[in-house]
Nanobody, 121 residues
């Protein structure tokens, strides 16, 4: 699976952005998908995940109520809608896939390149 993330940029605090991640392959619905982020000098962290059939989602506590993950299996694309952005959301955001339909915060083996999100105060 090859993943291509896009949609990052510079936004003011309180603003919104939508990240997209396009996947190659014909079995996209077989993969649970996740979004991770890595801020400068910090470890990469799980942000949100969605099961292959989009029946279940999971979020880091820091983004609950502000971020929404979704997917369109017909378009082989997963999205991360980010609202009420805060300066602490500034990071490189990565999409990832795991070889299971079920959602998890670990076990992701396919990674896209990062897309940078900068939130100004």
């Amino acid at each position: 699976v090859q993943l291509q993330a896009s949609g990052g940029g510079l936004v003011q605090a309180g603003g919104s952005l939508r990240l997209s991640c396009a996947a190659s392959g014909r079995t996209f619905s077989s993969y649970a998908m996740g979004w991770f982020r890595q801020a400068p000098g910090k470890a990469r962290e799980f942000v949100a995940g969605i099961s292959g059939g989009a029946l279940t989602t999971s979020y880091a506590d820091s983004v609950k109520g502000r971020f929404t993950i979704s997917r369109d299996n017909a378009k082989n694309t997963v999205y991360l809608q980010m609202s009420s952005l805060k300066p602490e959301d500034t990071a490189d955001y990565y999409c990832a896939a795991r070889n299971f339909v079920a959602l998890s915060t670990t076990g992701y083996i396919y990674w896209g390149q990062g897309t940078q999100v900068t939130v100004s105060s």
